[in-house]
Nanobody, 124 residues
Framework: VRLVESGGGLVQPGGSLRLSCTASGLRFNTYNMGWFRQAPGKEREGISC????????SYADSVTGRFTISRDNAKNTLYLQMNTLKPEDTAMYYC??????????????????WGQGTQVTVSS
């Protein structure tokens, strides 16, 4: 199983980025998917998840209204559209497969697979 993130980079405050996570080796359309991030010296934070069919999504308070999660099961790809980025969004972003996604807090419990991460840096 491989989860490969892409789309990270350096962006100015207020800017946008779209992260992608392409999956292989698993039946993507049967897995809930999520995005987590970890900044240096901080704990990993679950920021968004989406159910296997896309009918349920959930967001951390820190990103609600700015980030949008989506998926294309035909392409085995997960997305995270990030708008109005802030310096505090700077972190390594990871996609994950297998977590619960019920519209509540996003936990890494149940995650079976992780990507290698893509760095997002928000700075002027």
């Amino acid at each position: 199983v491989r989860l490969v993130e892409s789309g990270g980079g350096l962006v100015q405050p207020g800017g946008s980025l779209r992260l992608s996570c392409t999956a292989s080796g698993l039946r993507f359309n049967t897995y809930n998917m999520g995005w987590f991030r970890q900044a240096p010296g901080k704990e990993r934070e679950g920021i968004s998840c989406i159910s296997w069919a896309g009918g349920t999504t959930s967001y951390a308070d820190s990103v609600t209204g700015r980030f949008t999660i989506s998926r294309d099961n035909a392409k085995n790809t997960l997305y995270l559209q990030m708008n109005t980025l802030k310096p505090e969004d700077t972190a390594m972003y990871y996609c994950a497969a297998g977590l619960a996604c019920s519209g509540r807090a996003i936990s890494d419990k149940g995650v079976g697979y992780w990507g290698q991460g893509t760095q997002v840096t928000v700075s002027s």
